[in-house]
Structure formats: C-alpha cells, structure tokens
C-alpha cells in the first residue's frame, strides 16, 4: 500500500480509562442522598403536618377553655362555676407539658390580636394568672436572639409591666432585631420609657422605627410627655432628630433657643426638622439666624429655609430675598425665592416669561392713527397758511387770534395723555413715580409727543402770524415742527374755556397712571377721539371769521351745516341763543333734513309761513329748495343707475344664509326675468361653487322663459292684431295714469316700497 | 328557642370564640369556615341574621351579601366582621345590603349588641 510521502499519522485520542466498579458505586451513593433527600423531606413535612394538625387539634380544645374563661361571670350557675374550676385544674394539668404551653401561648397572642374591649384585658390577665409570662422570662436568658426577641414581643403584647427591667438591656444590643424590640418593649411598657430610651441608646433609630415609636406613644393612653427639649443636647444624631419630632409632634413650643441653634447643626436633617419646627411655632427669633445659615445651606436647607421666611417673615426680609433673587442661579432655588417675595408682598414679581410687549397689542393701533393724525396736522398747517394767505389776515382782529389760541390750548388741555409721561411731575399730578418708568407706556408716549409737537406749534402759530410777515410764516411753521416738545405750563386756572369736546369726559390723570393697561386704553380712546378733533377739514374759518349775514346764503347754511353736523365739536364764537320756540322749530327742520323727503314740503311751507326768526325762514327755505330739487322724476325712477331697476330678489338674497338663497334661486327659476340676470351674472362669478351651479341653472331657465314670452308675445301680437288698438290705449292711459300720480307727488319711499312689493307679488303669483 | 345565627368566619379561634358568646347570650348558632359552606347552607336553611367575615376562602363576604340580596332575595340582617382601615370593603357591603360592620379586634360584647339591635329591628 502506498503512502504519501512526509505524511504525518496521528494516534487517536483515547477515552480516559474509568474504573466501572467505582463508577457503579457512585452512582449507588448519589441514589442513595435522593433518597435520603426525599425521605428527609417527606419525614420532616409529616412531622410538621402532624405537629400542625396537633396544635390545631390543641387550640381547638384550649378554645373552649379559654371562652369559658373570658366570658366566666360570678353570676354563672353553679355549674357553670363548677365547670370552670375543673377547666382550670385541666389547663394548669396542660401547661405543665412544654407543648400545650406554647400552643397556648399560641392562642392567647392569636386571640389579643383579634379582641378588644373588656375579653382583652381578661385574657392578659389570664396569660399572667397560668404563669405563661415567667416562660416569657427564660425566653429572655437565651442564646438565641429569635427565641429572646419572642420572649419581648410576649411580655409586650401582654403588657407584662414587671418585664421591663428585664427588658431594657436589650436597648443597646447588637443583634437590630432584638434592639428594635426591645426599644418598642420599653416604651410601650413604662411611661418613663420613652425617657430612659433617649437616654441610653447608643444606635441609630431607623425612620420606621421611630414611626413605630411615636405611633405607640400616640396610643398610649394617660400619657404625659416629658419635656423633650432635654434631649436636643444628645450626642446621637437620631435622638436629637427624634426629640425634635416629638417636640413637633406634642406641640413643646419651650425650647426656641435650642431650635434656634440647631440651625446651625451639621446634618442636613437636623437642620429641616428644626426649620420645620421654628415654621410650627412662628419663631420669629429665628430670622435673622436663618438668613445667616443660608448661604452655605444645601438646596434642600435653603428651600426649607425660604419657606419659612415665607411663613413668618415679613416685608423686612425683602431686601434679604431680593439678593438671592438676584444672585442665585439654581432655577428651584430661585423660584422659590420668588414666591417667598411674593409670598410676603404679593405681586410685587410680576410674570415676565412668554409676555409679549405692550407694542404687540398696540401697534395696530399707533399704525392707524399715528400717520392719520401726522398727515391731518401738516394739512390743516398747509390749509391755514394758505387761508391766511389768500385772504390776507395778518391784521386778522386780536381777539380772533386769542379765540384761536385759546381754541388750542383748550385743546391741548383736553389731550393730558400727550404729554410726555416724564413731563408729568408728581407734584402736580401726585403720581407714582414707579409707574411712570413702566415700558409699557413708552410706545403711546411716541404717538402723544408727536401730538403735543404739533399741537404745540399749532398754539404758537397765531402769536408769531401777529408780528411777522405772512411769507415767513410757512418758514416758521417749518422751523417750529423741528422744535422739541416744550410742557404747556399752567401758572393760574384759567378761567372755564369753550369746550371744543363739549361733552367728552375729562379723563381721569391719576386713575390712568395707577393702571397702565387702563392707561393705554384710555390713550388709545383719546388718540382716537383727537385724531376727530383735529380733523378741521369741515371747519369754514373764512365763514367763522366774517360777518354771518354778509355772507352768500349758501356759505351761512354750511356754516349751520358745520354746526349740526359736529355738534360734538360745537365752537360758539358769539352768545347766540334762540328762544324754546325756535329752537325746537329749528330741531324739527334739522330733523327733516336728516330724514325727511318731498312730502315734508306742505310742512315746511307751513313752517315758512308762520315763523319770523330769520335763522328758521332761511333753513325752511333751504330745505323747500332742496327737496323739490330732489323729488323724483318718472324717467330717473326706472333709470339702470337707480335701485328699482335691480332684482327685487338682490337685497334679500344678500342678507340671507346659504340655504335661503337657494330658495330665493328656486324662486327666480319660476318667476324671474331679466332683472334678475345681473344677480345671476354676479353669483356665477362668485366664490361659491354650488351657488354658481345653482345660478346657471336658474339663468339658463330664465333665459328660456324669456324667449319663450317673448315669442308667444310675438304670435299674440299676430293673432290679436285688430284688437290692439284698445288694449294698448288701456295700457297707454293706465301708464300715464300712474306717471301723472308720480307727477303729482305720490312718488314717495313709500311709494317706491310698495311698487317693490307689488312687483315681487305680482311675479311671485304670476 | 333563640333566634338562628350564622356565623361565617375562618379564623376557627376567633369563630369558637363568638360562638361561646351568642350561645352564651341565647342564640342558635351554625358556624362555617368557608363561603361554600356558607353557600350551601343557605340554600336549606333561613336563618334569623348572618354574622360574616369579609375575607373568606371561596366566597367572601361581599359575595355572600350579593348571594343573598340578589340571588336568593332575602332581606335577613347581615352583619359584616372587616380588618379596620378596610373602608373600601366596608362600603361596598353597604351599598350591596348590609345591615352593620364591626371591625377587627372584635369585642365580643359589642357584637352580641349589634346581632340583638338588628334582630329588634
């Protein structure tokens, strides 16, 4: 056989070599420690089984016993008393067995868990009277600590007060369980307990061991606390936590100082307890070490220590809190600190995050009236001048110029929120100098300097028109608008000027300045009711400068016209005053004007013919020449241009919801013609698509309803063309019949309304 | 012949202990440890009131309330036996029929109080 050269064979790996005697007796001993197991097992839960079955069998004979016991009353029978001695021999036989006493031990602790009132007590007693609580005692001298803790949670549960001696050794023990029972034992036991506990342990005291405490202390019944005070000077942390709990918790207000101090104790939760305790019993001593401690305190110490500053501080703490706000950078610290401010003196921080500025709300406004009222000031300037120059009143009468003046710096008295706010000193308006630095005013105090600017010069511009030249007045006027706003200073009261806004409130300085929201929209109102009276453009000065009488008729009645129609901005040159006669003559015209028409002509004639009052004659005569002018002429009536020409259907179509226009479609689709194509037009053009479906539909409709009229008109035509004659003299008489009303004055709104509705019925009902 | 109790409860030591006291205070009484007993005996006997623990193996107190309001249309007096701080328990017997609750510990005496007064009723 051959092989390949340099080849390498390898020897294969061999199975270690295993003894199989061994190996069978092993497997033997592991069956057997299966065994062993199971059977252990199986022995140790009968025996359980048992033991429980036989206790339970036990309890069940020991619970007759011990209800007879619990329930024996001396007014039993005798036999019942007989029966109790013999249970009593039998239970004294039981206890004797090691067992039977523990089983009923058992019982008893399971029944004072489950019973209260007077079988409560009977059974403690009886627990002591079969001597079950010197087991309890032995329990105490063993070596293991589970059996010495049963011991002291016996004598505990059955308030076994002679146990205590027994009991305190175990406060200090090293084993927690035992400790912590012990620490329960002595002080459920005795009253002074709870003292010889702080006194003497040495161990920490858990959290919930001192809930325990303090919750068995709770139900103690005739307890007096002792002063607890005495133990914040102990050298265990954990009592002096406690103590101050207990000094919480039983109200001891009598330890300030020591509270005080503890302050300045090195552990945090000392610390707490004791700010806790100072804000319990508003120790106001307390401040000032508070503030000292704080600075070096820890975020928990510091927000505790702000809390209670909150609670029994008071505004002299402000400078204190407003450091901190200032300098401290732990955003709970800080807000914390904020609401201690504002704790002691309400609002005095306001909220600044995620406010939007004042400018935000009131931008539209200034955009609105601002550039208005700039443009209106420059043309009235423009339109003065230029009045002055046209009819060359330099030598315009002194006491004119003065009404003028007057006129203005009425004005400017009657606009106080122009004034530049630092303009306003509080000594002559008792302001809070505080409010006035407030942002939020400066974007309206923009709008009112620009006013006062003008205003300003408005003011100063007669008294310069009385010295120079009137060709440098555009100059000044010029020169002055770069001026910077200068107060109007009032040395006297003056006396009661014309009132421009006669009848406008004077606005109230120190309540707008106390509200600045308020402030602003009371601004805003004025700017908007300045920018009205600035609005001279109705304002004929030539008319107002001159004579009444002299002038034509036309520009006194715009004169009176002026009068009526800015009666809010009335401007009374001169006494004039009508008796109540004419005066209320003079309101009905003034009434027909507004609203009256043509048919107030016999009125007015009446009105002519009885009044002498030139002032009544001229506006009667006014109003008769005006409304014959104005009373309608057949052919203008049904003009394209006049309202009677559109569809009935337009006005109602436009004040109605979407549902009532496609009725009001439906309709025209019946009864409409080529009025309504206007309307129809305009709706196809419209937004709204269904409509535009619907309007093409009904034009289409229309449109063929028209041509069909049209053509039967045509074929009646034909077929009756002998007969027209009469009919259309009918019509011809009819028509000019109804033109001859119109001529006669019967065309009035009325008519015209009734016409409409006439109309649309006729359509409606064909 | 004194009137008929039931006494549902399966603490056996607590439940001996009633026991002695409503025999001792001139009731009939039939103890049951568990809500099954309980079920059962209902469904034979009528007795005069029910005294029940609310925690019970099978049938809890607020079921045998039901069972006995709703099922089998009784209006005979329940007295509930509840683990004080129980509230939530407790409420919910009252709004299913129950007569009257007393907590654990339980003073013997008291609860012969409330089984008379329900019975006077």
């Given amino acids: 056989m051959l092989t390949p050269p340099k080849q390498i064979i390898y020897p294969l790996i061999k199975a270690p070599e295993f003894n199989a005697e061994f190996l069978g007796w092993l497997t033997v001993v592991f069956l057997v420690l299966a065994v062993m197991y199971f059977l252990g097992t199986f022995l140790i839960r009968n025996k359980l089984g048992s033991q429980g079955a036989l206790t339970k069998d036990k309890k069940m004979e020991f619970s007759p016993m011990i209800s007879e016991f619990l329930f024996y009353e001396d007014s039993n029978t005798k036999e019942e008393k007989k029966t109790y001695l013999n249970l009593k021999v039998q239970i004294r036989e039981s206890i004797k067995n090691n067992f039977d006493r523990n089983v009923l031990t058992e019982v008893l602790l399971d029944l004072r868990k489950d019973l209260s009132g007077q079988s409560q007590d009977v059974l403690m007693a009886l627990y002591k009277d079969l001597g079950l609580h010197i087991t309890a005692y032995d329990k105490l001298s063993s070596r293991r600590w589970q059996i010495i803790s049963s011991g002291i949670l016996e004598l505990t549960a059955m308030e076994v007060h002679e146990g205590y001696t027994l009991i305190i050794k175990f406060i200090n023990h090293r084993q927690s369980t035992i400790r912590k029972q012990a620490e329960r034992a002595v002080v459920s036991l005795k009253e002074e307990g709870i003292c010889y506990f702080l006194d003497n342990t040495k161990y920490r005291i858990s959290e919930w061991q001192q809930l325990k405490l303090l919750d068995i202390l709770r139900h103690k019944s005739d307890f007096v606390p002792p002063q607890f005070s005495l133990w914040l000077t102990s050298t265990n942390v954990d009592v002096v936590l406690f103590s101050l709990r207990l000094i919480k918790y039983f109200k001891q207000n009598n330890a300030e100082k020591s509270i005080i101090t503890l302050l300045k104790h090195k552990k945090k939760v000392i610390q707490l307890e004791a700010i806790d305790c100072i804000k319990e019993f508003y120790f106001i001593n307390a401040i000032p070490t508070l503030k000292l401690v704080y600075p070096k305190a820890g975020n928990d110490v510091k927000i505790a220590i702000l809390d209670a500053i909150g609670e029994i501080g008071t505004k002299n703490e402000l400078p204190f809190l407003q450091h901190w706000h200032s300098k401290e950078r732990n955003f709970n610290i800080k807000s914390k600190v904020i609401g201690t401010i504002n704790k002691i003196d309400p609002e005095s921080i306001l909220p600044t995050s995620n406010i939007k500025k004042t400018t935000f709300f009131t931008s539209d406004i200034e955009e609105d009236i601002e550039p208005t009222i700039i443009v209106q000031q420059e043309e009235e300037i423009e339109q003065l001048a230029t009045q002055l120059d046209e009819t060359e009143q330099v030598n315009k009468p002194v006491e004119l110029i003065s009404e003028e003046k007057e006129f203005f710096e009425h004005e400017e008295l009657t606009i106080p929120e122009v004034k530049d706010v630092e303009e306003i000193t509080p000594e002559t308006h008792d302001m809070d100098e505080e409010i006035l630095v407030l942002d939020d005013l400066m974007p309206m105090e923009t709008v009112g300097n620009e006013l006062t600017e003008m205003d300003n010069q408005l003011i100063d511009l007669p008294q310069e028109n009385t010295e120079e030249p009137i060709e440098d007045l555009k100059e000044n006027i010029e020169t002055e608008l770069v001026l910077d706003f200068l107060p109007l200073v009032i040395d006297e009261p003056q006396e009661e000027p014309v009132l421009l806004n006669e009848g406008i409130d004077e606005p109230d300085f120190d309540f707008a300045l106390e509200d600045s929201p308020l402030q602003q929209e009371e601004l805003t109102v004025q700017q908007v009711m300045n920018k009205s009276l600035l609005d001279f453009k109705e304002i004929d000065w030539v008319a107002l400068t001159e004579d009444v009488s002299e002038l034509p008729m036309q520009e006194t009645t715009d004169a009176i016209v002026f009068n009526n129609t800015s009666r809010a901005n009335v401007l009374s040159l001169s006494a004039d005053f009508l008796d109540d006669e004419e005066l209320e003559t003079m309101v009905l015209l003034e009434n027909i004007a507004d609203m009256g028409d043509n048919r107030e002509l016999p009125v007015l004639q009446n009105i002519l013919n009885n009044s002498a009052s030139t002032i009544i004659v001229d506006r009667a005569n006014e109003l008769i020449q005006k409304f014959s002018y104005e009373m309608p002429r057949p052919a203008e009536l049904f003009a394209p241009d006049n309202a009677l020409s559109e569809s009935v259907f337009a006005e109602i179509f436009h004040l109605s919801d979407i549902e009532t226009q496609f009725i009001l479609l439906d309709e025209i689709k019946k009864i409409g013609d080529e009025k309504e194509m206007a309307l129809l037009q305009s709706l196809i053009n419209g937004n709204n698509e269904a409509l535009a479906k619907k309007a093409k539909e009904v034009l289409q409709v229309v449109t063929d309803n028209l041509a069909k009229t049209e053509k039967r008109g045509d074929d009646e035509m034909e077929n009756n063309l002998f007969q027209l004659d009469f009919e259309l003299e009918l019509e011809s008489a009819t028509k000019s019949n109804s033109a001859n009303s119109l001529k006669e004055g019967g065309s009035t709104l009325f008519d015209h309304l009734c016409a409409m509705s006439s109309s649309f019925y006729t359509k409606k009902n064909g | ?121």
Avoid: C, W
């Fill in chain 2, 1 to 121: 012949m004194g009137k008929h109790v039931l006494l549902a409860d399966d603490d056996q030591l607590l439940a001996s202990l009633l026991n002695f006291r409503l025999k001792k205070g001139g009731y009939e009484v039939h103890h049951s440890s568990n809500g099954r007993e309980v079920k059962e005996y209902l469904t034979k006997q009528r007795p005069d009131i029910i005294v029940s623990d609310i925690m019970m193996p099978y049938f809890s107190g607020i079921e045998l309330i039901d069972f006995v309001r709703n099922d089998l249309k009784l209006s005979t007096p329940i007295i509930i036996i509840s683990s004080a701080g129980n509230e939530q328990n407790v409420l919910s017997a009252f709004e299913l029929g129950a007569n009257d609750f007393i907590t654990k510990p339980v003073s013997p005496t008291e609860l012969l109080v409330r089984v008379a007064r329900e019975l006077n009723k």
